[in-house]
């Protein structure tokens, strides 16, 4: 059929943009993929998917939540609301293009900026990686620290919730200073925080109710 000629559906090219705002969290969401999070993150696996993208899109956020875990100057363009969110934008986009990111993730990463969302990057990717997860029906535990983990301190952590009956998790890793030390880690409805902050908010409780 002719380009144009009544009746025709034509097939558009997935829009990043399209994908985020029309895609809608899904009610009793598996942990880390729910909220604002969930929905850019849904967005970004739906899009990988029909592109057909999914493993070099995979592979490319894990190594961007990488590259953010490991860098505190990364994480002080993200983070810090006193730059223009242009800088900001035009910093993280040099970094993807130096470290030759592909397009998909790219685009994605300049609509999180264009929404003024770059402070929740590093949270999209964890429940990007928590959605793909869920899709191979896999369980996640979403894990917080001060510090990226260690080898020695990840294969720790997995053995402590072998021994709590989850031998088989996929661990989702994200960087907080703000608990500045300890852990916090989520596995489905369960919540087990052993940060410093939290361990802080308790004795100042304890202390009022002493005095």
């Given at each position: 059929?002719?380009?144009g000629?009544p009746?025709?559906?034509r097939?558009?090219?997935?829009n990043v943009?399209t994908?985020v705002?029309s895609?809608?969290?899904?009610?009793?969401?598996?942990?880390?993929?729910?909220?604002?999070a969930g929905r850019?993150?849904t967005?970004?696996?739906e899009l990988a998917?029909e592109?057909?993208?999914?493993?070099?899109?995979?592979?490319e956020a894990?190594?961007?939540?990488?590259?953010?875990?490991?860098s505190?100057?990364?994480?002080t363009?993200?983070?810090?609301?006193r730059?223009?969110?242009?800088?900001?934008?035009?910093?993280?986009?040099?970094?993807?293009?130096?470290?030759g990111f592909?397009q998909t993730?790219?685009?994605?990463?300049g609509?999180?900026?264009?929404?003024r969302?770059l402070?929740?990057?590093r949270?999209i990717?964890?429940?990007?990686a928590a959605?793909?997860?869920?899709?191979?029906?896999?369980?996640s535990?979403?894990?917080?620290?001060?510090?990226?983990?260690t080898?020695?301190?990840r294969?720790q952590?997995?053995?402590?919730?072998?021994?709590?009956g989850?031998?088989?998790?996929n661990?989702?890793?994200?960087?907080?200073p703000?608990i500045?030390?300890?852990?916090?880690?989520?596995?489905?409805?369960?919540?087990f925080d052993?940060?410093?902050q939290?361990?802080?908010v308790?004795?100042h409780?304890?202390m009022?109710?002493?005095?």
């Open positions: 059929m002719p380009a000629a009746g025709e559906r097939r558009e090219e997935p943009a994908a705002t895609t809608r969290s899904v009610p009793h969401a598996p942990v880390g993929t729910g909220g604002l850019y993150a967005a970004l696996y998917a592109r057909r993208q999914l493993d070099e899109v995979l592979s894990g190594a961007l939540a990488g590259l953010i875990d490991g505190q100057d990364l994480r363009v993200l983070g810090d609301a730059l223009d969110i242009r800088d900001s934008r035009k910093a993280i986009l040099s970094v993807l293009k130096q470290q592909g993730v790219t685009s994605f990463v609509v999180i900026a264009d929404n969302r402070s929740r990057l949270e990717l964890a429940a990007f959605v793909a997860a869920a899709r191979r029906g896999e369980m535990a979403e894990v917080v620290s001060a510090e990226p983990l080898t020695a301190q294969a952590l997995q053995g402590k919730l072998a021994e709590a989850y031998s088989r998790v661990l989702q890793e994200r960087v907080d703000e500045l030390g300890g852990l916090v880690v989520r596995v489905g409805p369960r919540l052993s940060s410093l939290s361990r802080l308790r004795l409780y304890a009022k109710g002493a005095a």
